[in-house]
């Protein structure tokens, strides 16, 4: 056997194992996926799918609850965003001073981390439910004691930031905290020589040092809000009912879970495909914006 | 000017402590609650327990419920992300080397098509890989749905391009001059892979490992799809899904459920925490 031909079986069976489970689990449900969306597919055995065009995406446009729970991800995805990593930013600052038990701190507010989704979002179910109204009656605050925070659409919503804030700033403090620690002192020092106060050293040195954990973190956050899926489950499952447009729609039900639920729930797996390609389309289209727009401001400082 | 910087330092380690003692909070109810009776709770869910050995009676509750089916979950969890992690590092380090070590235009094609999966989310293939699997028993005979293989393949396909991204990465920065001296002392390609690039790689298979594994161990969608939640084969999550979507009410048991769902991944953290911390921000970073 030549060189040549020994090389190319070799390249492929070292590529083979990864390469054939990707292009079997990634590449080609992809494009069944985007195939079955302009299909009237009902993902029942024997039954062939019907070519539609382009209906699905006609009808969902239309759909009044896509639209609802389109809103909400953005919210969701934005105030998560912003709140996660403003915590997550005062928290690294607060852990990287000289103070004894400082690592210990760091994994405290690290550990919500390991705490899958799922079981996170039962822990916070009993916290609203029965938590929530015991600390009120504790402290003889009647309104805390008969607050019901899952019977309010945007407290709701809230709950499911605060739920979320707790499982995931301490990953991004932990990433923070990297960044914070190359900046070099000599800078800091430099402008306090030069008579900066606290505020222009942050605005002014430490922000565009950590520039590029920044892009990592927004990314980071943005695409973890906006597929949020197993929190919503646990903790809210949907509920409650608003009304929007004079239609009963579930406030919390955001695109991850909506999608799941119109291909589930309501039978519809054409339609649930092709809101799946939008949602898709969305993400990818955002979030690389972002990663294009901050990768930009790093390189201008 | 030295006395207002102490106050304002003694107060920032105050509200740290404040803030540490929050996220915490959550635990804490976890564990008083699950260390009581249903009427307990309901009397007054921030008490401490009457009696701590209720825990034992609810812990063992918990373990001996049938859609709990605490052990073999477990089980279940273990064998399906360590042989999930095993196949993700092995195979995407194979992959990467080959990759980096071959100029070719296949070669490049090859790794921009693995990038394309990082921004292809979970929910636009899940549907169709239910129907996919299906199909694959259908035409082979090869069951994949409610299998350990077929859920392990997905994870394989799912965590390669990330895996192979961040090896591709790191092997760039290996001199070449390295595997040249090993072919020269006579390595075969195989020898040169195991025994000089593989032990070069272990602080990156160490954060693949730990970035994998805390995602598999969680997950929830992708097996609640591919193995369907109440089946024989459930990983922790989907039994607690499945414990307490019957039981909403029964906070006690659910508590505990929740406890001993999270104490093996809360005791590896521990055992294992500054890898795991590196690990997970270096994985970030690059």
């Known amino acids: ?89 005062c928290l690294a600052f607060l852990v990287i001073r000289e103070i004894p038990l400082k690592n210990f701190y760091r994994a405290g507010f690290f550990i919500p981390n390991l705490i899958g989704g799922l079981v996170l979002g ?11 109204p015991a600390i009120g009656g504790l402290l003889g605050i009647e309104a805390i004691e008969n607050l019901l925070i899952l019977a309010y659409p945007n407290l709701t919503l809230f709950g499911l930031i605060f739920a979320f804030t707790w499982q995931y700033a301490g990953y991004i403090m932990m990433i923070y905290i990297a960044a914070l620690l190359n900046v070099p002192q000599e800078l800091t020092e430099a402008s306090e020589i030069d008579g900066a106060n606290f505020w222009q050293k942050l605005w002014n040195v430490t922000f565009p040092m950590i520039a590029q954990a920044f892009t990592i973190t927004s990314f980071l956050t943005l695409v973890n809000s906006f597929k949020q899926f197993d929190i919503i489950v646990a903790l809210t499952n949907g509920g409650p009912a608003d009304i929007y447009k004079g239609v009963v729609v579930n406030s919390t039900e955001l695109l991850a879970v909506h999608i799941y639920d119109v291909a589930f729930k309501f039978n519809n797996m054409a339609q649930g495909q092709a809101m799946a390609i939008v949602f898709f389309l969305v993400l990818s289209g955002f979030s690389l914006a972002q990663v294009y727009y901050n990768k930009k401001r790093e390189v201008e400082m | 000017m030295v006395q207002k910087r102490r106050v304002i330092s003694i107060s920032l380690t105050a509200l740290t402590v404040l ?208 193995l369907g939640v109440g089946q024989d084969i459930q990983t922790i999550p989907l039994a607690i899904r499945a414990f307490a979507g019957s039981f909403l009410k029964k906070w006690d048991l659910i508590m505990t459920a929740v406890m001993m769902a999270a104490i093996p991944i809360v005791v590896m953290f521990l055992f294992v925490q500054k890898h795991i911390i590196k690990g997970m921000v270096s994985g970030s970073i690059k």
């Open chain 2, 19 to 226: 803030l540490f003692l929050l996220a915490m909070f959550p635990f804490f109810v976890v564990i008083i609650n699950s260390a009581k009776e249903s009427l307990e709770i309901i009397v007054n869910p921030l008490s401490m327990p009457k009696q701590w050995s209720q825990m034992w009676e609810n812990v063992k509750e918990i373990w001996n419920n049938p859609s709990i089916r605490y052990p073999s979950s477990v089980m279940s969890s273990a064998i399906i992300t360590i042989g999930s992690l095993t196949a993700i590092s092995l195979f995407s380090a194979m992959a990467a080397w080959m990759l980096v070590r071959t100029k070719s235009r296949t070669s490049t094609f090859l790794f921009l098509l693995f990038l394309s999966g990082l921004i292809i989310p979970f929910q636009v293939v899940m549907f169709p890989l239910v129907e996919l699997f299906r199909i694959i028993r259908e035409v082979t005979g090869i069951p994949m749905l409610r299998t350990y293989h077929g859920i392990i393949l997905a994870y394989i396909g799912f965590g390669a391009p990330l895996s192979v991204f961040m090896f591709h990465g790191f092997i760039k920065s290996i001199p070449l001059e390295i595997e040249e001296a090993a072919t020269i002392d006579g390595c075969s390609k195989l020898q040169t892979f195991f025994c000089i690039i593989v032990p070069i790689l272990k602080p990156i298979f160490m954060t693949i490992i730990i970035l994998n594994g805390i995602w598999i161990w969680n997950d929830f969608l992708l097996p609640s799809l591919v």
């Open chain 1, 1 to 89: 056997m030549s060189k040549k031909i020994k090389d190319k079986i070799l390249f492929w069976s070292f590529l083979a194992p990864a390469l054939f489970s990707f292009v079997l689990v990634v590449v080609v449900t992809f494009f069944m996926g985007v195939y079955y969306s302009m299909t009237d597919w009902t993902a029942i055995a024997g039954v062939e799918p019907q070519w539609v065009g382009l209906k699905n995406y006609m009808n969902m446009f239309a759909d009044i609850a896509f639209q609802y729970s389109f809103i909400r991800t953005f919210l969701f995805t934005i105030l998560s965003c912003v709140i996660i990593n403003m915590v997550a930013l």
């Open chain 1, 122 to 132: 039962y822990i916070w179910q009993f916290i609203f439910k029965n938590i929530v």
